[in-house]
């Protein structure tokens, strides 16, 4: 797997990618959003949400 962080002030944004997998997450949305808007050009889909992601279980903090 290979993590791709960003770090600028106060937000955070982080690819993750493992051969046909991938995983974006970060402190600002419109960042997320705007990363996958990129990607839509190479028939990426956004599949929402993460529940799952290399058989890890993937939980949402309120924090």
């Known amino acids: 797997m290979c993590l791709y ?3 600028e002030g106060d937000w955070l ?3 993750g990618v493992c051969v046909d997998d ?3 997450t970060g402190t600002r949305v419109a960042a997320i959003e705007s990363f996958f808007e990129i990607l839509a050009s190479l028939s990426v889909k956004d599949l ?3 529940h799952k992601f290399l058989g890890m279980r993937v939980e949402l ?3």
């Open 22 to 24: 991938l995983l974006a």
């Open 61 to 63: 903090g309120s924090d």
């Open 48 to 50: 929402g949400h993460v």
């Open 5 to 7: 962080p960003k770090r």
């Open 13 to 15: 944004f982080a690819v």
